[in-house]
């Protein structure tokens, strides 16, 4: 009797532990993951211009660039609105060397304070694109771009005329009469296009 007593007291508490256990592996399933985004870095922007009838593409990189007003966020997209990009227009490549001649005769003719402002303003997921607003020239104009979300990287990528948008058309008349040479195409034509295709690349750091 005493050993069938032992057995069933056993039993019981083989259960209650297991009860226990299963108990508290649920309730740990039940707590959610959430991970924590930041701005990791400056951003990489570069600017493609375009020269001869061809079309044919100039990409410049800022060297010196600067992110401000980010925020800390469960989501990616929630970290950039209000965000500011600034890019020091003194410090721009092309094939990573300097470029002074578009610093000097299109950013030196435009404008006093070497710099230009690009503040994100707000995200559409439906359609996949992003409001900026430019700071440029004395002028501000908000832009619809695209952006491009991965797990750790936000790629913005959208388009402006430096005549129709900025008012820079003696600057970029400025600009060509430097390159004119450099401008020349295949058939002995120069041109310098003041369509320029701008993308801004956003390094994230993600904890959980």
Request: net charge positive; charged share 25%.
């Amino acid at each position: 009797m005493k050993l069938i007593s032992f057995f069933l007291i056993l039993f019981s508490l083989n259960v209650c532990t297991d009860k226990t256990a299963k108990k508290q592996d649920d309730n740990h399933l039940a707590k959610p993951i959430i991970c924590y985004f930041n701005n990791k870095g400056k951003p990489l922007v570069t600017w493609t211009f375009y020269k001869t009838t061809a079309k044919k593409p100039l990409v410049f990189r800022f060297d010196k660039t600067s992110i401000t007003e980010t925020k800390s966020a469960n989501d990616p997209l929630a970290v950039y609105p209000n965000a500011i990009v600034t890019l020091d227009t003194k410090r721009i490549l092309e094939d990573d060397k300097p470029n002074t001649i578009i610093s000097e005769y299109l950013f030196g003719k435009m404008m006093a304070s070497n710099t230009v402002s690009i503040q994100i303003t707000r995200f559409d997921v439906a359609t996949q694109e992003v409001f900026v607003k430019v700071n440029m020239n004395n002028t501000s104009k908000t832009l619809k771009a695209h952006f491009d979300k991965k797990e750790k990287q936000l790629i913005i990528t959208g388009v402006f005329d430096l005549k129709k948008d900025f008012n820079a058309g003696e600057a970029l008349y400025f600009y060509h009469t430097a390159e004119f040479d450099n401008h020349k195409g295949a058939d002995g034509k120069s041109k310098t296009w003041s369509e320029v295709r701008f993308q801004i690349k956003l390094q994230l750091d993600m904890k959980c």
